[in-house]
């Protein structure tokens, strides 16, 4: 398919401005909606990098990866937010101007890296490598720089998003048991965090996790 | 054993009495009395051992003990200690450790009659006595050391064999660093002054006398016989030093009497001379007398 | 051998079965204390055959565990160094179930303790393979720290115990690597193929006797690793602390002498370092001791003491090899192992004794007793031989090695070589100043305790002990006479171990005990003649006083009349001119408050006699430690985005380097 | 039974018990968690057996795989389950606030036989991307057991553990793709099948073999607690009740440490060197340090179980990094930990419940109070710790061995360093609780459940010390040769 490398290029360009937009972001709404278009842009990775024609499996996974990132996680963390009654301000532990500086650190950063690997990936994109650490580093930096649980859930997934597309693009066929068990493992994870989450804002008044500093030594 | 043998030791048990009256009336001479007669320290031990005896009401047995063990060491002790290179009446490798193992029983001995009376100054007296010893006796052994480094003998019948022969020719030096750690050790074995008063009066001053003040009747007699014998066996040591060197057996015995009576003579001398040393200072005095030892011994080894 | 076995397992056995019915604590009593005496004695039958016979015998089984083997044997170093073991653990058990009588029920456990520590012993001493004589050795670390803690409820007693277990691992830890280094080297973990790898090889023979004298020299007791010796003989029951005194720590010596064997030619260095080390332990030992008012503090003191002295020995005899003077072998070691028995012998007599004591007067704390030779004779009689022996007064056992030792230290002053007339010198000066500050020590002891009049109430109404407690003094002190007349046979009887210790040809070595056991039959003559005369002084002054007559009446007061007991010297000032004098070496720490004026208000004084290389060197360097460590506290501060990051960064840094 | 159907049996009667529990009463779901655990346990051994005889096991075209290593984890597994198990019972009977109500016992059923089925699927699999799913459901499952009882503290514990878990986790996955990706050629729909991948035949690119490890042993190190990574364990161990601390510290790290050497050999014949070996010992060798000196100045009893996790889970680390011996050590050192950890837990936590802390300025005069688990206490730590004639003390000398054969000797000296500092100060931690009186808690005594698992452990720490059966030193140097090669 000739498309491809231009389509890729899209979802790469489009994926990043989500990812700035995450970092620069000071309300929680708004980070998880942009965390769902994320969702459903990466999952058309696969459908995409397919060289050899789709498969019904190929799309099945995508559908059933748009299906949960782009719909139901959202969905979840959302409801979380107005049960939990969060603050709707982030937080953050790192000013916004300053997680911007740091996507950009982190952009230059993943393209070396992309570079050094691509060659032992000779037939993964090299576009989607590049977004794929860029992701691992944004969702890390999400997790350690935002004081509110709910972010860091956010950045977990957008970790999440970056496995997805690496194992997308590099290793072409894994088994399906392999595909569904990641995704369950996704699922219930969003789900147990959820709880937990809900747990903690109910116990603490609020999901601060700077206050869960009591355990110590 | 020959005649000579048998001779120091009676000579010891006869005149060992002698020695004190001999230094006490020297004492005196110096100090413009009279002083009592020679013989008095004879009368004093008989009449003792004629008298009945006091004991402290906490006392047992060990306080009778003491002096009978102590005495009984020394008449040992005057076996094995040669007079005058004539050899001892007993002479075998190492007979300077029984020596200085006797002499430290018989003090084990008198220490614990002394703690016996469960009095306050008898315990005074033995810690002192302790004290001191603790650092004497290995002056005592350094001294021998040196003896026996000089003359390649581990008993004391060659030891002073060949000292009275050989010993001078080569390493007078040591061996007159050696006779001056043994006078000192003469000193305070038998805690004459500078280190100890024996006619002073005043309890809180004494190391020997105020150990053995609850003693009384023959075991008084005891000791004090017993204190004479040791004045006595150390001193022998000391004169035995002396160069007699190639005179027939009978005269150097003679002469080492004769060195015995100016042996009394001296320490009446030093006696009257010096001041009691303060008892913190005495345990300097021993040392002192350790290292004079050790100095000789290191002069033998450069 | 199959005795050794089967004493080893009836000592085992009895003690699970006390353990198993300890409800029924008079049973289990029964059951420790049978099964301890019955399994010593086999064990002594055992060790005695091969004394006799002088051959050994030797067993091995296969052990399926990695690394090691079953492989002991009895030879005659290992059969001698049973004799201590097997001896005082019969004689603590026929004394500790008496002492035992009236303690809190659960006390029978503590037989197991005592049977299994017994058994550790006697495996440690004939293993023949690393991994089994380390399996051992700490079985025998670990079941005196029961018996350490036995009375666990005092905090003093916990932190013995604790002190006692940390600085035995410490010691251990060096074992381990010297049995896994060599077992690495030789290719296997039996001590048959060290000696191959040692022989060439003196870096690593330096390396090992390195390893070796620290490592048995912390069981031992030797300065400064003897910090745990005054902390643990205290705190446990007596029996069990005449048992560790009496045999534990000269397991140590026995592993160090093992070692020496297998090490081949020693370095003169080696000796030079044994001898430094027991000349210090020895008068370091003995003047702590002089600091204590703990009755058995201060004789756990004089087992440093007496370990000392038994390194100054083996010093000796390997500056012996080194140089080649066979003569100084023979009377180093004869003196070393000899004092080995001896001072079991003594000590174990002098713990049981201080055991009577507290079980009497309810104290150990000099201050607190006196006058009580009259209230227990036999005990006290008992304590006295004790005291004699181990000052080293004749004709007592102590005297026998210390007349070996000096008498070595002459042997090498008449060498022509320098060096080992430094030696000798050295033998002499520790060996005059520790019998003469340890006989001052005894003074005090015996004094303070026996002699005078109760200072308490409970000194006041002290009894004398049972008959077991009794009969087992009575046959320790009647050991100590016996040694000390049969000396000259004694010092013959060496010649067969001296040469399994030394490796020289046993006629050598009888050739230089034999001048020695010569001059020792003289010198017991000559205390025949001693007693003779005693004897007869006694009886003429016994003579003259049944005319004379005896009163009694108060001792002399200095005109004051009525003395109370709290007059008497107590142990600290009968201590106090030597403490002072060597103030520099105990660091005692004193408080004193001097009466003023010609009418003084209360005064008095307080001495603390805790061991100055714990309070001075370890105390502090642990709590050195504990400061650092506790800065790491910073990097567990509990905030969860760090900790994520640490995450992140540990992966970078690795990324970073891998890709380097 | 035919290997292939244990396989299948282990997985299936683990998930049916769970699924069981959703359903079942209170009392019944403590009862079937001990049955589930002991069949777990019989199945495992028989496989083990299999195993031994007739040389490795697959079943479903592959999927699982078992060969002597893994064979061996699964019979840890399932001891140290019922062992936790038999104490669960035990502990939540126990009234207060520790006791379960219905919904948290069946919660605590399931999650806890969710748990054991995940680690079963974690150690059969030969597909590392399934290995991958069993061990992130582990780390969701255990979550809620932390937080059985929620409060701040348990609460706090427990997302400590999800979220450093889960990120852990991700970056194993990375280190999964990219030792698939680096099968030179392609191994096409069998890429991620560890049996292939160990091939001999199978060539790797080294650059991304090395990245891959350095992924996977951050991931899962940080599961497994390997310090600097471990920030989480302390904080979760301490809040958990009791059994499921136990049962994490008993094999929730071994699991972590199983999936970092399935890689290990992939990596020592992809790269042809010691990367790998040198990093487990660096781990291992910092997670002792560390752990030790956190031990110097603990408080918590719980927390510093914890830390004396890190410290011998570095322990194994660095035996897999010191070759055949060290990988042996590392073994026997795995079940003797797994024992000797749980029953630690298990006085520790009866102990916590009576006196309602974990402080050990609290807890004091264990023998006193309860001689069960007083001398359980007494010998957990004193076998933690090394002192012989536990077995703890045989698996450190044959890791000394395995040092000084390798002539490690600086990590020899930092090791022995280490456990010394730990003995010391364990041990004073250790008269603290144990001696004295008990101070604020009555004596009491517990049944038969609680003697049998005391007396089963305690039983085995000292069989394994004392005379260590020549079948089970052939099986543990067929596991060793499993992933370390031979010895």
Not at chain 4, 29 to 41: H, N
Request: hydrophobic share 60%.
């Amino acid at each position: 398919m000739s498309a491809m490398p231009a389509l890729l290029a899209v979802i790469h360009s489009v994926g990043l401005l989500t990812c700035f937009a995450l970092l620069g972001t000071s309300r929680i709404g708004a980070c998880i909606r942009f965390l769902s278009i994320q969702g459903i842009l990466f999952s058309l990775v696969p459908v995409i990098a397919h060289d050899d024609g789709l498969t019904l499996r190929v799309l099945l996974l995508a559908g059933a990866n748009i299906g949960l990132k782009g719909v139901i996680f959202p969905a979840v963390l959302l409801h979380l937010r107005t049960r939990a009654g969060f603050h709707r301000e982030v937080e953050p532990f790192v000013g916004f101007v300053a997680s911007i500086l740091f996507g950009v650190v982190a952009l230059i950063v993943s393209l070396t890296l992309a570079r050094e690997l691509h060659p032992a990936l000779s037939h993964a994109p090299f576009v989607m490598l590049q977004a794929a650490i860029f992701l691992v580093a944004i969702g890390l930096f999400l997790i350690v720089s935002r004081r509110n649980a709910l972010i860091q859930i956010v950045g977990y997934l957008v970790i999440e998003n970056g496995i997805f597309v690496l194992g997308a693009i590099t290793v072409v066929e894994t088994p399906l048991l392999v595909e569904l068990g990641i995704l369950l493992d996704a699922f219930v994870a969003v789900f147990v965090m959820g709880i937990a989450v809900f747990h903690i804002s109910r116990e603490f008044g609020m999901a601060d996790v700077d206050r869960l500093n009591t355990l110590r030594g | 054993m020959s005649l000579p043998h048998l001779f120091a030791p009676v000579a010891a048990l006869l005149l060992a009495p002698l020695f004190v009256g001999l230094i006490n009336r020297t004492k005196a001479f110096v100090a413009g009395r009279r002083g009592p007669p020679l013989a008095q320290p004879y009368r004093d031990v008989w009449k003792l051992l004629r008298r009945g005896a006091v004991y402290g009401e906490v006392t047992t047995p060990l306080v009778r003990l003491g002096p009978v063990l102590n005495l009984a060491t020394l008449l040992v002790a005057l076996l094995i200690v040669p007079f005058a290179g004539a050899g001892a009446a007993v002479s075998f490798t190492g007979d300077l450790i029984v020596l200085v193992g006797l002499f430290a029983l018989g003090r084990f001995a008198t220490v614990l009659a002394a703690l016996d009376t469960g009095s306050s100054f008898e315990g005074m007296g033995a810690s002192r006595e302790v004290h001191f010893a603790a650092l004497a006796e290995p002056a005592l052994l350094i001294a021998l050391a040196t003896l026996a480094r000089i003359t390649g003998a581990t008993d004391l019948g060659s030891i002073y064999g060949a000292v009275a022969t050989a010993g001078w020719a080569h390493d007078a030096a040591a061996l007159a660093l050696v006779g001056v750690s043994f006078l000192v050790l003469e000193l305070v074995e038998n805690s004459r002054i500078p280190v100890d008063d024996p006619t002073t009066h005043l309890e809180l001053t004494m190391i020997h006398e105020v150990m053995v003040l609850d003693h009384s009747g023959p075991d008084l007699g005891f000791i004090q016989y017993g204190a004479a014998l040791k004045l006595w066996v150390i001193g022998a040591l000391l004169i035995g030093l002396a160069p007699l060197h190639g005179v027939g057996v009978w005269f150097a015995l003679s002469l080492a009497l004769l060195g015995m009576a100016w042996l009394a003579v001296a320490i009446g001398m030093i006696e009257s001379a010096m001041a009691r040393y303060r008892l913190v200072t005495v345990p300097q005095f021993i040392v002192g007398a350790a290292t004079l030892s050790a100095v000789a011994f290191m002069v033998l080894l450069v | 051998m199959t005795a050794l076995l089967l004493s080893l397992t009836v000592l085992s056995l009895g003690g699970v079965a006390a353990l198993v019915c300890v409800a029924r604590a008079a049973l289990a009593h029964f059951l420790g204390q049978a099964a301890a005496i019955v399994g010593s004695l086999l064990g002594l039958e055992a060790a005695i055959s091969v004394l006799l016979a002088g051959r050994p015998y030797s067993i091995s089984w296969n052990w399926p565990m990695p690394g090691g083997g079953l492989h002991v044997e009895i030879d005659v170093l290992s059969a001698f160094f049973l004799l201590p073991v097997f001896g005082v653990s019969a004689l603590t058990a026929l004394y500790g179930r008496s002492y035992l009588a009236n303690a809190e029920p659960g006390a029978a456990s503590s037989w197991l303790h005592l049977n299994l520590l017994t058994a550790a012993m006697a495996l440690v001493v004939v293993a023949r393979d690393g991994l089994l004589f380390l399996l051992a050795w700490e079985i025998m670390a670990l079941a005196p720290f029961f018996l350490v803690i036995f009375d666990d409820r005092r905090e003093s007693t916990r932190h013995a115990a604790w002190i006692y277990l940390a600085a035995t691992h410490l010691g251990t830890t060096f074992l381990l690597v010297m049995f896994v280094l060599l077992a690495n080297l030789a290719g296997t973990s039996d001590f048959g193929g060290y000696s191959a790898v040692l022989r060439g090889n003196s870096a690593l023979g330096s390396a090992v006797f390195v390893l070796a004298l620290i490592g048995f020299g912390s069981k031992a007791g030797i300065v400064p690793a003897h910090v745990w010796l005054p902390e643990a003989h205290p705190a446990a029951p007596s029996h069990a602390s005449a048992l560790m005194s009496g045999a534990m720590i000269k397991v140590g010596i026995y592993g160090l002498v093992r070692m020496l064997t297998l090490l081949g030619m020693p370095r003169p260095w080696w000796g030079w370092a044994l001898l430094a080390a027991g000349a210090t332990s020895g008068v370091l030992g003995v003047l702590y001791a002089l600091a204590q008012h703990d009755l058995k503090r201060l004789l756990a003191y004089h087992s440093v003491e007496n370990i000392g002295i038994i390194l100054i020995g083996i010093g000796i005899g390997v500056l012996g090899l080194a140089y080649g003077h066979p003569a100084l072998v023979a009377l180093g070691f004869a003196a070393g192992l000899l004092h080995v028995v001896n001072h079991s012998i003594f000590k174990g007599l002098l713990f049981l004794g201080a055991g009577s004591v507290q079980h009497a007067a309810h104290t150990v704390e000099l201050e607190e007793l006196g006058g009580l030779l009259r209230r227990m004779p036999w005990t006290g009689a008992c304590f006295l031989i004790g005291s004699a022996a181990i000052v080293g007064l004749p004709p007592l056992n102590g005297f026998i090695s210390e007349f070996l030792l000096i008498y070595s230290g002459y042997a090498g002053l008449l060498l022509p070589a320098t060096v080992i007339a430094a030696a000798g010198l050295v033998t002499l000066v520790a060996m005059g100043l520790i019998s003469g500050l340890a006989a001052a020590c005894f003074a005090k002891a015996f004094g303070t305790v026996f002699l005078g009049a109760p200072r308490s109430g409970e000194a006041e109404h002290a009894h004398e002990s049972a008959p077991p407690m009794l009969g087992s003094m009575v046959l320790l002190a009647v050991l100590c006479i016996a040694i000390g007349l049969a000396g000259p046979f004694v010092v013959r009887g060496l010649t067969g171990v001296v040469a399994a210790a030394s490796g020289l040809p046993s006629t050598e070595i009888g050739a230089a005990l034999d001048p020695a056991s010569g001059s020792l039959a003289i010198a017991t003559a000559l205390f025949a003649v001693l007693v003779v005369l005693s004897a007869l002084l006694w009886m003429m002054r016994g003579w003259r006083l049944a005319r004379a007559g005896v009163r009694r009446a108060p001792v002399w007061g200095c005109g004051f009349r009525r003395p109370t007991v709290r007059m008497q010297y107590t142990a600290s000032s009968f201590a106090q001119p030597l403490v002072t004098q060597f103030r520099l070496l105990i660091a005692n720490r004193e408080a004193v408050v001097a009466p003023e004026g010609y009418f003084p208000a209360a005064a008095s004084y307080a001495s603390d006699s805790g061991d100055p290389f714990l309070r001075l060197l370890f105390v502090p360097t642990f709590r050195w430690f504990r400061g650092v460590a506790s800065r790491l506290n910073v990097i567990q501060h509990g905030h969860i985005h760090i900790y994520v990051l640490y995450v992140a960064a540990t992966l970078i840094a690795l990324l970073a380097w891998a890709s380097l | 039974m035919a290997p292939g159907y244990a396989i299948d049996a282990l997985l299936f009667v683990a998930v049916v018990g769970a699924l069981a529990c959703l359903v079942a009463q209170p009392r019944p779901v403590l009862a079937m968690a001990i049955a589930v655990s002991a069949v777990e346990l019989g199945l495992a051994a028989s496989l083990w057996v299999a195993v031994l005889a007739k040389g490795p096991a697959t079943a479903e075209d592959e999927l699982f795989f078992v060969d002597a290593f893994s064979a061996f984890h699964l019979v840890v597994l399932g001891l140290v389950f019922l062992l936790c198990s038999l104490f669960a019972r035990i502990y939540f009977a126990d009234d207060g606030e520790h006791g379960l109500t219905k919904s948290a016992a069946r919660r605590f059923g399931a999650l806890w036989l969710g748990s054991l089925a995940a680690m079963v699927l974690v150690l059969v699999s030969n597909n590392l991307g399934v290995m991958w799913v069993g061990m992130e459901a582990t780390t969701l499952l255990t979550a809620f057991l932390i937080s059985l009882h929620p409060n701040r503290l348990s609460l706090e514990a427990m997302w400590k553990y999800l979220l450093i878990c889960s990120v852990g986790i991700a970056f194993a996955f990375i280190g999964t793709i990219f030792a698939a990706a680096s099968v030179q050629g392609g191994l096409g729909a069998d890429a991620l099948l560890w049996t292939r991948l160990a091939a001999p035949e199978t060539q790797f690119d080294p650059t991304l073999m090395t990245f891959a490890f350095v992924f996977v042993l951050v991931g899962y190190g940080t599961k497994a607690g390997l310090a600097p990574i471990h920030s989480w364990l302390p904080d979760a161990h301490s809040q958990a009740p009791a059994p499921v601390s136990a049962m994490f510290s008993g094999f929730l790290l071994n699991t972590a440490l199983y999936c970092i050497l399935r890689y290990v050999p992939l990596v020592r014949h992809a790269l042809g060197n010691g990367f790998a070996d040198h990093l487990l010992v660096f781990f291992g060798t910092l997670s002792i340090l560390v752990a030790a000196g956190f031990i110097v100045f603990q408080r918590d009893a719980k927390r510093l179980l914890a830390y004396h996790s890190v410290e011998h889970l570095g322990i194994i680390a660095l035996g897999y990094g010191l070759g055949p011996l060290g990988t042996f050590a590392a073994l026997f050192h795995t079940l003797n930990h797994s024992i000797c950890k749980a029953l630690a837990f298990f006085a520790v936590g009866r102990l916590g419940q009576r006196f309602g802390s974990h402080d050990m300025h609290v807890l004091s005069g264990a023998v006193r109070l309860t001689p069960l688990w007083g001398f359980a206490l007494l010998v957990s730590i004193l076998a933690l710790i090394g002192v012989a004639p536990f077995s703890i003390f045989m698996s450190e000398y044959q890791l000394l061995r395995a040092a000084v054969g390798a002539g490690a000797w600086l990590v020899l000296t930092l090791f022995l360093f280490a456990s010394s500092v730990v003995f010391i100060s364990a041990l004073r931690h250790l008269i603290d609780m144990s001696f004295g009186d008990p101070k604020g808690a009555l004596p009491f005594r517990d049944g038969t459940g609680a003697i049998a698992a005391v007396a089963v452990s305690t039983g085995l720490l000292l069989l394994l010390g004392l005379w260590m059966p020549s079948w089970f030193v052939v099986a543990l140097g067929r596991a060793a040769a499993a992933v370390g090669g031979r010895l």
